[in-house]
C-alpha cells in the first residue's frame, strides 16, 4: 500500500509518515516518468496507506495521515525539529523507551528508514514486552524491504485475545507486498471488524481488491472509504487509479481534479491511459505491490504520520 498526484510522479518519496497527508503538494505528470513507475505509484499510494496508516503515529501508525490527530506534526520542517528534539533526548539516553520511539517515528516520516530501523531494533531488545514498540519495529522492517521477518514481528504486536486493527492493517500491507492477496484482504477485513468503516483500511482493502483485478468491489471498497468524511488524498487518488484501470477516465479525472489543477489531473490520467493500454499493465501494477511502497506522508508533502 497520505498524496496529491505529486507524489504519485517521480521523485514520489511519500511516506506513512509525513507520508502524505491529506495534503501533499501535487506537482504534474513528468515526460520521463515510465508508464510503469505511474501505475504503480498511485497504486502503492494505498499500500503504504495501510501500513498502509500513519507512520508517524504511534502504533496505528500505519495509516498515515487519515485520522491522524492535530497535534501530530504535518510538515516536513514539523517532523525535522521533533527528530532534532527526540534525538538529542535519545542520545542522552538510548535506553529511553519513550525517546526512542518517538525518534524513530519522526525518522520514519523524513524517510531515513535504516536508522529508524537500527533505532527500534535497540529499543525492542531493551524493552522486551513492549507491543507498540514492537509494533512500530515491524512496521519498520517492512519500510526496508524486510517483509518476511516484518510479518512475523507484527503478529507478535498484538494478541488474538486483544487484536489491534493498526497492526492488522499494518500486517495486510506487508501481505500484499508478498503478493497474497487473499490473505491480506481476510486480514483486512479482520481489522474492519474491529474498526467499521475505517477510511486506511478501507482503501488498503480497495488497493488489494485492484491487485486481485476484482475492480467493482475495489471501487466499492475506495468509494465507502472516501464517503467517510475523510480528505485524504491517497484514498482518492487510489480511486483514481481503479477508475482507470476500468477505462472510466472521465470519472477518474474529475476525481483528479480535486487535489490537482485541471491540466496537472489531465496530464496524470493521460499517463495513466497509456499505462493500462500496455498489454503488460497488470503485471506491472501486480510486481509493484512487492516493492517498497512509498510512504503515506512524505517530507516534500504536508506531512501526515508515517504510514505503516
Not at 98 to 119: E, G
Amino acid at each position: 500500500m497520505s498524496l496529491p498526484m505529486s507524489s504519485i510522479l517521480p521523485p514520489f518519496r511519500h511516506r506513512p509518515s509525513p507520508r502524505p497527508q491529506a495534503s501533499h503538494p501535487l506537482t504534474a505528470p513528468q515526460p520521463k516518468l515510465s508508464r510503469a513507475r505511474l501505475v504503480l505509484a498511485l497504486c502503492l499510494t494505498s499500500l503504504a496507506l495501510a501500513g498502509c496508516q500513519g507512520r508517524g503515529g504511534g502504533i496505528g501508525d500505519i495509516t498515515g495521515s487519515i485520522g491522524q490527530s492535530k497535534a501530530q506534526p504535518r510538515s516536513a520542517t514539523d517532523w525535522r525539529t521533533e527528530s532534532e528534539r527526540w534525538g538529542k533526548r535519545y542520545e542522552a539516553s538510548p535506553k529511553d523507551r519513550d525517546a526512542a520511539f518517538n525518534y524513530a517515528r519522526a525518522l520514519r516520516a523524513l524517510d531515513q528508514n535504516a536508522q529508524a530501523l537500527a533505532v527500534l531494533q535497540s529499543a525492542v531488545l531493551a524493552h522486551t514486552n513492549d507491543r507498540e514498540l514492537l509494533g512500530a519495529y515491524g512496521r519498520s522492517l517492512a519500510d526496508n524491504g524486510r517483509l518476511k521477518e516484518a510479518d512475523e514481528v507484527l503478529s507478535r504486536a498484538h494478541s488474538p485475545e486483544r487484536p489491534d486493527w493498526r497492526i492488522l492493517s499494518a500486517q495486510g500491507t506487508v501481505a500484499d507486498q508478498l503478493g497474497d492477496h487473499a490473505r491480506a484482504q481476510q486480514i483486512y477485513q479482520a481489522a474492519l471488524k474491529i474498526a467499521p468503516g475505517e477510511p486506511t483500511v478501507l482503501s488498503n482493502l480497495g488497493l488489494s481488491y485492484a491487485l486481485s483485478r476484482r475492480l467493482p468491489e475495489a471501487e466499492r471498497a475506495l468509494r465507502e472509504a472516501t464517503s467517510t468524511g475523510t480528505d485524504d488524498p491517497r484514498v482518492r487518488q487510489n480511486l483514481v487509479l481503479v477508475l482507470g484501470l476500468q477505462g472510466r477516465f472521465a470519472e477518474a479525472e474529475a476525481l483528479a481534479k480535486r487535489d490537482q489543477n485541471p491540466a496537472e489531473a489531465a496530464a496524470t490520467v493521460a499517463y495513466l491511459r497509456r499505462s493500462v493500454s500496455q498489454p503488460n499493465s497488470w503485471d506491472m501494477l501486480r510486481d509493484g505491490a512487492k516493492t517498497k511502497p512509498r510512504s503515506a506522508s512524505a517530507p516534500t508533502r504536508e506531512a501526515a504520520a508515517p504510514q505503516g
